[in-house]
């Protein structure tokens, strides 16, 4: 059985999310290393890399440390709202600044991440940008003062 497309999205068969595991782990890995791994063939790995990449379920890309590449300020910064949403986070995502944007219930009608050089690029974005977009109403930052953990390994349980 390979991936099918339902309602709700992708689902995968064992073989495919046993490729995602092996690409997780090195996003370089060979796809004759990986077709041993899971028991198909080079070229039947790579037709299934290419139909996940289709299909929008998986993405292979390079993830870089901010610290490292010169971004010191990262923090997630909390937005409420009024009337449409969707206009608005559509504006956030438009920011290339903010690398994550979520619609959410609760205290905040949307969160963002953001990445960025310094604090006062921060307060730029914050004060400039972001609160200048229309039915911003409220906005609270929450800095990152040290990240503990980040993975990408959740997408196959």
């Not at 986070?89 to 994550?100: Q, R």
């Given at each position: 059985m390979t991936e099918r497309k339902s309602g709700n999205g992708v689902v995968l068969d064992e073989v495919s999310k046993g490729i995602i595991e092996q690409l997780q782990t090195d996003g370089r890995r060979p796809y004759a290393a990986i077709g041993k791994a899971v028991g198909l063939s080079e070229a039947a790995v790579r037709q299934r890399v290419q139909r996940l990449i289709e299909s929008g379920a998986m993405q292979i890309v390079a993830v870089?440390?901010?610290?490292?590449?010169?971004?010191?300020?990262?923090?997630?910064?909390?937005?409420?709202?009024?009337?449409?949403?969707?206009?608005?986070?559509?504006?956030?995502?438009?920011?290339?600044?903010?690398?994550?944007?979520?619609?959410?219930?609760?205290?905040?009608?949307?969160?963002?991440?953001?990445?960025?050089?310094?604090?006062?690029?921060?307060?730029?974005?914050?004060?400039?940008?972001?609160?200048?977009?229309?039915?911003?109403?409220?906005?609270?930052?929450?800095?990152?003062?040290?990240?503990r953990k980040q993975t990408y390994a959740w997408g196959v349980r």
């Open positions: 870089t440390d901010p610290l490292e590449v010169g971004f010191d300020r990262q923090a997630m910064i909390g937005i409420t709202a009024s009337g449409p949403i969707e206009p608005i986070a559509d504006e956030l995502a438009a920011l290339p600044e903010i690398d994550y944007v979520v619609i959410t219930a609760g205290g905040f009608d949307l969160l963002a991440e953001v990445v960025c050089e310094s604090d006062d690029a921060l307060l730029d974005i914050i004060s400039n940008r972001i609160r200048a977009i229309g039915g911003v109403q409220r906005t609270e930052t929450f800095v990152y003062l040290k990240l």
